[in-house]
């Protein structure tokens, strides 16, 4: 798969909104070993530090840092690259616990309707595909809890706008039936958040535990009940760049519109084993696992609600397993603590996933 899709992308055009994020920027990484020509449209990096920065990625990217509401910038960046291909990444996907929630909601709604109406209106673009982060169910937010499930349903909902939008413009613009003047695939894509170094979103737990590493503490706290999905990254973006392939060569059906990326059983893991593989493969059995909740079995099946009517991407399945894609998270961070050139070590895991 991995050569079919060097050979598809290499060459190609493609705008990738949302290129500062954590996602952003290792499918930046991602597209470039492909010989795809990029560009990318952006808020400022939410917080600090960040990927984007850490590896200077404006080296292998045509960057325009801005505001993704305003429309006429957007149609600018559309008119000068002209790309056959637009990849959506909300601009806070990861984040949400770093902006307020009319943030949230101004910045994916608007920035998603100013990306489809500029694509509607463009004679180039032939593939839209809007990535919709899954917070549902027991994927909780530390920063909301169980006590207060309005605030996790106001946060998510600012994504689930965006999937609405899109399903909303493929319906009215882009359906056969509708006989557009520039036929175009506009789809979702859903997924759970994925691992990999360099993210620093507040919701995220291997970020804790390696400060709590890097700082000597002698004990991290576990919660057995909260559920993490431990995909890798270029695992998750494969599978992205897999069903966007499909939607632009038409190897997908008119009835099949939207695609998830939700691998079984081995991926969702409570945070007891994360903590311990977490301390096995750093290499500190002396830290202390503080349990602060009940205890659950190590693997989870689950289901996300929020994947109903979506299927599977075809011809695709992960290469590093879940604890593998830890490894790779906790190489990153090591190799950032003792110097080494980011950009350098970032496209060398890439190699290496890509190699298999």
């Known amino acids: 798969m991995q050569t079919d899709l060097i050979k598809f992308y290499n060459d190609k055009k493609i705008l990738i909104i949302g290129h500062t994020t954590f996602i952003g920027s290792w499918l930046t990484l991602l597209l470039h070993s492909y010989g795809a020509k990029l560009s990318g449209f952006s808020i400022k990096p939410?917080?600090?530090p960040n990927f984007y920065e850490e590896t200077d990625l404006h080296e292998l990217i045509h960057s325009?840092?801005?505001d993704v509401r305003d429309f006429e910038r957007f149609n600018t960046i559309n008119q000068l690259q002209q790309p056959e291909i637009v990849i959506?990444?909300?601009?806070?996907?990861?984040?949400?616990?770093?902006v307020e929630p009319k943030e949230l909601y101004t910045i994916n709604l608007l920035g998603s309707l100013n990306a489809l109406e500029v694509c509607r209106q463009s004679a180039h673009t032939r593939v839209f595909v809007n990535l919709v982060p899954d917070y549902s169910g027991t994927m909780m937010l530390k920063s909301c809890g169980k006590n207060n499930q309005?605030?996790?349903d106001l946060v998510t909902g600012s994504f689930r706008s965006t999937e609405f939008l899109t399903t909303g413009y493929r319906n009215a613009y882009f359906h056969a039936n509708n006989s557009p003047a520039f036929p175009k695939s506009v789809a979702n894509i859903k997924t759970f958040p994925p691992v990999g170094g360099g993210d620093w979103s507040k919701n995220n737990l291997i970020q804790e535990y390696v400060q709590a590493m890097l700082s000597n503490q002698k004990q991290i706290k576990?919660?057995?009940?909260n559920i993490r999905f431990m995909l890798h990254v270029l695992d998750m973006l494969t599978g992205v760049l897999t069903a966007t392939r499909n939607f632009y060569l038409g190897e997908i059906s008119d009835s099949v519109c939207d695609s998830r990326i939700y691998p079984q059983g081995s991926f969702f893991k409570d945070e007891k084993w994360v903590a311990q593989t977490f301390r096995e493969l750093w290499g500190n059995p002396e830290t202390v696992l503080?349990?602060?909740q009940q205890q659950l079995t190590g693997e989870v099946s689950y289901v996300g609600e929020a994947a109903v009517g979506y299927v599977n991407v075809p011809g695709w399945t992960p290469r590093w397993d879940a604890e593998t894609a830890l490894r790779k998270t906790l190489e990153w961070h090591q190799a950032r603590e003792r110097g080494a050139n980011m950009q350098r070590f970032s496209l060398s895991q890439v190699e290496e996933f890509m190699e298999g």
């Open 290 to 292: 503080k349990t602060e």
């Open 150 to 152: 309005g605030e996790l």
């Open 88 to 98: 959506h990444l909300s601009s806070v996907c990861g984040y949400i616990d770093s």
């Open 46 to 48: 939410p917080v600090y």
């Open 64 to 66: 325009y840092i801005g």
């Open 222 to 225: 576990v919660r057995p009940d």
